[in-house]
């Protein structure tokens, strides 16, 4: 079976070890581990699959069991919530907020983290309730943004040279 390129129109396949539908593929494949099966769900438009799990044997015990409509759809909907719980950690790991109370009122301090990997850099960013940008300040990725360091950044007025 020939593979189309990344980024071609992707047919739908329903096979026994191969399914591709719904933005999604998934393929039947021997375990490296052991002597068992294991199923790779891989997006469209990406090589890497985004998850791979055990595929129960087939009652020959030795070939894997058949794909079907069931089973596709239970691993398109596991490997998306996957997808969207790695993508949730990794915003989460690149963004905080911390809420403060100071003489300008209630005052939202984030931290937008920029990783990469030659270069990876930090934005320190206070806004009032309205939304004006009261301060901004390039940082260190590896800053640490809590209460107290805005609080200590709101009282030198949101200085850039106050967080350096």
């Known amino acids: 079976m020939n593979e189309p390129e990344i980024g071609a129109d992707t047919q739908v396949i329903h096979e026994a070890r191969v399914w591709r539908d719904n933005g999604w593929t ?8 052991d002597d068992g ?3 790779a769900m891989t997006p469209d438009g990406q090589v890497e699959p ?3 799990g055990p595929w129960t044997m087939g009652r020959d015990k030795k070939n ?9 759809n239970t691993l398109v ?6 997808v969207r719980r790695h993508e949730q950690q990794l915003q989460a790991a690149l963004h905080r907020q911390v809420d403060i109370s ?6 939202s301090v984030t931290l937008d983290i920029e990783p990469d990997e030659e270069n990876p850099s930090a934005v320190l960013r206070a806004t009032d309730a309205s939304g004006e940008v009261l301060g901004e300040a390039r ?8 209460r107290a360091s805005a609080e200590a950044w ?11």
């Open 50 to 52: 985004a998850l791979v």
């Open 139 to 146: 940082v260190s990725p590896g800053f640490r943004l809590t």
């Open 77 to 82: 909907k596991t490997a998306a919530e996957f």
């Open 37 to 39: 099966w294991a199923v």
């Open 102 to 107: 100071c003489d300008r009122g209630r005052v």
């Open 154 to 164: 709101a009282e030198a007025g949101f200085s850039t040279q106050a967080v350096r």
């Open 64 to 72: 894997p069991k058949a794909l079907d409509t069931s089973a596709f």
């Open 26 to 33: 998934a393929r039947v494949i021997k375990n490296e581990d």
